[in-house]
């Protein structure tokens, strides 16, 4: 029972739940037409807690794996070298740029922590990095660090991404 890994997952939530459905109340109800701030989030916290309960009562009915196995075979250096990655992106972010930090974090992912073909992960790396960077920019208007794209080189990029975003609304009409 100690080891029932369902168990300690539905208690978890069950308790998120709760401190959200208090969180809530206190954040005050209001009515039924007139909701308060706090009445989706009491709701939320209340359906949270009931179907938390319901699992902590199943899997102690009916048993779970341990947790211990939950993380057999892990292979925790490369969730530990991922962390750190993730870690370098957050701080050279607006240093270096979105494009140059996403770019090189995707190449590593893909040439060394989990292995795919060069030619792939190339062409992945660098069509998603633009393709995120162009819906981000240009469709979503939300300023991206350039870094050290700054300049000629961020103003070309939004010029092709424009005249690309154009060519595709002219095939789609």
Do not use: H, Y
Not at 13 to 20: I, K, P, Q, R
């Amino acid at each position: 029972m100690i080891a029932n890994s369902q168990m300690w997952g539905g208690l978890f939530w069950l308790a998120v739940g709760l401190f959200v459905a208090f969180e809530g109340r206190n954040l005050g109800l209001g009515t039924t037409n007139e909701p308060g701030s706090g009445f989706a989030l009491f709701w939320i916290g209340i359906i949270m807690s009931v179907l938390s309960a319901a699992e902590v009562v199943r899997a102690i009915s009916q048993g779970s794996p341990s947790l211990a196995s939950l993380w057999a075979g892990t292979r925790w250096q490369k969730v530990l070298l991922v962390t750190i990655m993730l870690l370098v992106f957050g701080f050279a972010f607006e240093r270096i740029g979105f494009i140059i930090c996403s770019l090189l974090l995707l190449l590593v992912l893909m040439f060394f922590i989990d292995p795919v073909r060069p030619r792939t992960a190339i062409i992945v790396a660098v069509l998603s990095t633009f393709v995120v960077w162009a819906v981000l920019t240009e469709l979503l208007r939300i300023q991206m660090p350039a870094g050290l794209l700054a300049g000629a080189a961020e103003d070309n990029l939004r010029a092709g991404v424009r005249s690309i975003m154009s060519a595709i609304s002219a095939i789609v009409r």
